[in-house]
């Protein structure tokens, strides 16, 4: 299993409503990207954070954001839920630095339901 | 932007045979191939991965070939057994840019 942890592991919240997802990195990762994996897909890049600031986005609208802490943890945000939200979030951590090293290892993923 | 397909979607293998997953991608700048195995209610879990430079990379039963020329790369699973049952994903990365994953195949390994 990696060090990568996610909270909480089950939510359920309603439409409008704003959620908020939190992932602690692996040890000696500075880099945090978020995924969204519906039922039968593969995860869909989110956006990234390295340094505090997002690093790349994928295709999701602004009430997707996000944060990452000086200790490298990060949460996700997601703001006016809309039912298509129901999913699997997944963090990643992995290292950025001179030597990239470019291998992402992932959290258990938080499985969201809004009804 | 990269776009990466796979195929097949399911596949069915008798215990003991091999199975081969095949991904194609669209970025010929892409230099990073990870494969990940991902279980019935659990994260996906890194079993492989391979980088541009090398053509072929194997591990115990999985091995990953990679043709740059063609934009596609396959992973191998030989003697397979029911514990390899799982979605597999591939995903593809170019320096500096997010990765892409594939849509998933889901093996499985009858008894």
């Known amino acids: 299993e990696t060090g990568v942890t996610q909270s909480p592991t089950h939510l359920i919240k309603t439409r409008g409503q704003q959620v908020t997802l939190r992932c602690s990195s692996q040890?000696?990762?500075?880099?945090v990207s978020w995924y969204q994996q519906a039922l039968g897909q593969g995860p869909q890049f989110i956006f990234q954070y390295y340094r505090e600031e997002e690093n790349g986005r994928g295709n999701f609208p602004p009430r997707f954001s996000g944060l990452q802490f000086p200790n490298y943890s990060s949460e996700l945000n997601v703001n006016a839920l809309e039912l298509d939200d129901s999913a699997l979030y997944l963090c990643a951590s992995s290292y950025t630095g001179l030597i990239t090293g470019e291998t992402q290892y992932f959290g258990p993923g938080t499985r969201l339901l809004v009804l | 932007g990269e776009n990466v397909e796979q195929h097949p979607s399911t596949l069915s293998v008798q215990e003991g045979d091999s199975a081969v997953i095949k991904c194609t991608y669209s970025?010929?700048?892409?230099?990073?191939f990870p494969w990940y195995k991902q279980e019935l209610g659990k994260r996906p879990q890194l079993i492989i991965d391979i980088r541009s430079n090398v053509g072929e990379k194997k591990d115990q039963r999985i091995a990953v070939t990679l043709n740059k020329t063609a934009k596609h790369f396959s992973l191998h699973i030989t003697e397979t057994q029911p514990e390899d049952s799982a979605v597999y994903f591939c995903?593809?990365?170019?320096?500096?840019?997010?990765?892409?994953f594939g849509p998933g195949t889901r093996l499985s390994v009858l008894p």
């Open positions: 040890s000696g990762h500075n880099t």
């Open positions: 970025d010929s700048a892409s230099n990073y």
């Open positions: 995903a593809s990365r170019r320096l500096g840019q997010n990765f892409v």
